[in-house]
């Protein structure tokens, strides 16, 4: 007998591995079809072995240039007053595997990259309640996550936890939070349980998984995670000027078709993406089917919603011609901000939102 | 016929080849006789092949967050009223050699350090020339050499100009000088002809051969020879942050015995060398020749000259007994800073003061 398809139960398509020990899987971007990612699907970044903490014995420090420092636990936490906030995040080396020259790191794609609803506690309320001293500046994330490196970092500080600052503007953002929840259900082991930091509007990195301690500090932290790593370059007087990754940068994906497909020719097809950016809104999709001479504005669907993204499509009469044909996307925001067309090497292996070349075969 | 001695010129002994293309030297510690080190025998630290610049031609550029940018050939640069340093220049690197575990550069044993008189215009003239704006608050100071990097660097940023920056308050000591002369002489190419920077009391880095610019900036620089090359880590709460190496530690090297010398049994045995520190004077030198377990003071020699070098002695009864011994020397400052016996590992592969271990055999 035959199995029929409504004998076999849906599945998600899996997670591409990129890496294993530790784990680093990719959502696979052509298969995007709705708003919010599923929990399953939604990336996975760590740097170090996934901590096994358990919610009931998990306490989080707040220290620092505070004047009432504290820790609280789990069950303190989620009975405070909490919020939703809606957040893509983006991992800042997504779109590595498009860099020409390579670059080392994670040989991303398209999809270290996701939508979720996350809930819990705004950071702001946390460090209302420790009370700012007058000199804190910055506000250093800490998580469990903690281990050494090897090669090819030469001047690695031996075994370190995974940790990023943000400064005081950007902690006090009331959608910043420590949260508890992802699209409604607790965190699973490797999105941060029981407690992560969600930083909507910048990369994923800020976004510290396995909270453990809130440090704010009076001088401007320059830990390995913002210095060797996800950090790029900015010129001062021509000079490169080291600067750590923070706000997302615009850019639109395409999902469908997916790179090297092959589509029919002289038919229509629906080319289909997202688009999204760090602190503003997409206002502009623009498609090119011709390897980028011709453009052609996209039709935004949906409405935008604040540090989400949005997708779009556009209705491409394939040609009748058989051969190799570049498509592009490429997305404006609000504040003018739109993608180059080429990589600014600079920025080395993170911030990667230069327009992409999705070559398909038309047959 | 045989050649006698007398027939012979005297020569001094080679500096030891670390590294060609381009070129690092190192002065053969041993040797040490004279408080000025001969210019033929100062230790040469490049990172990209040595420019070929002509005094006549060459131009300085003062720009950035100044009311006034202008630019000076050499010839207005000597009519400048001069002034002359004494200052010891020591690698960071310096003792690399004899680190546990190794770390990745140059392998200096213990003489990439020197002592000579500058001669040049105070920075602070030409930046009084130039007006600093209110918002000034670093220095960068930008060589002629440039180049590329290679792995181990994951991410480097191209070709890039030697920079380093000081903060304005080190920058504006009158003893910062944009030199042209070294003991007297025009500087050798391999030293900075025509002109560099000597920043006493701070490690060799600082002092930027081949000078080129001075930018004024208004922020803080992180060039990549103050985050990827020349930092340490410090503690922030716990966490290593990467701060840029500036002040020369307080240290004593021993010249003589050198490692692994034979010295003869039951003798007395004059050990000699150098003490110095940053910003200070060296006030004691003390003497181990059990490997650590007592401690004599040395004599301290001559005069204390600020941001110098301090020689002294120790008289040795060496042991009746033959075998290996251990000779040890630590060197305290005047504001009570000792060298540590043990490495302190946030270091990596910089600043390496600790007290170092010179083995003889007793014959």
Redesign the interface.
């Known amino acids: 007998m035959r199995l029929s398809d409504k004998n076999i139960a849906r599945s998600f398509p899996a997670l591409i591995t990129r890496q294993t020990a530790p784990d680093n899987l990719e959502f696979p971007f052509p298969s995007l079809d709705s708003f919010l990612t599923p929990n399953e699907q939604f990336f996975v970044r760590t740097h170090f072995e996934v901590p096994d903490l358990d919610a009931s014995r998990w306490r989080l420090k707040v220290?620092?240039a505070v004047a009432r420092p504290f820790d609280l636990g789990y069950q303190e936490l989620v009975r405070m007053p909490a919020r939703t906030t809606t957040a893509l995040l983006e991992c800042s080396g997504n779109s590595r595997v498009f860099l020409k020259p390579t670059?080392?790191?994670i040989r991303w794609e398209q999809g270290a990259v996701g939508t979720a609803h996350w809930t819990g506690v705004p950071l702001v309320d946390i460090l209302d309640r420790a009370l700012l001293k007058p000199e804190a500046i910055e506000v250093?994330l800490?998580g469990s996550d903690k281990g050494g490196f090897h090669?090819?970092?030469?001047?690695?500080?031996?075994v370190?936890?995974y940790?990023r600052s943000l400064p005081l503007d950007k902690a006090k953002q009331s959608d910043v939070l420590v949260a508890y929840q992802m699209n409604g259900e607790e965190l699973s082991a490797e999105h941060g349980c029981p407690v992560r930091a969600v930083v909507p509007g910048w990369y994923g990195m800020a976004s510290v998984k396995w909270l453990k301690?809130i440090?704010v500090?009076d001088?401007?932290?320059?830990?390995?995670f913002q210095?060797?790593e996800y950090?790029t370059?900015l010129r001062?007087?021509g000079?490169?000027?080291?600067?750590p990754v923070t706000e997302i940068e615009v850019k639109a994906q395409i999902a469908r078709p997916a790179l090297n497909e092959v589509v029919p020719a002289d038919a229509n097809y629906r080319v289909f993406g997202a688009a999204w950016t760090g602190n503003g809104e997409v206002t502009t999709v623009e498609v090119s089917t011709d390897g980028g001479e011709n453009w052609t504005r996209a039709t935004l669907l949906d409405h935008s919603v604040r540090y989400a993204w949005r997708f779009w499509e556009h209705c491409w009469h394939t040609p009748a011609k058989a051969g190799r044909y570049t498509i592009l996307a490429r997305a404006t925001d609000d504040q003018a901000r739109t993608q180059p067309m080429e990589r600014d090497?600079?920025r080395?292996?993170a911030v990667i939102n230069h327009v992409q070349r999705i070559v398909v075969l038309v047959r």
């Open positions: 220290e620092g670059e080392l790191g250093i800490e090669p090819p970092h030469p001047k690695t500080p031996g370190i936890s940790a301690r440090l500090v001088r401007p932290f320059r830990g390995f210095t060797f950090s370059w001062q007087g000079l490169p000027d080291l600067v090497e600079d080395r292996d």
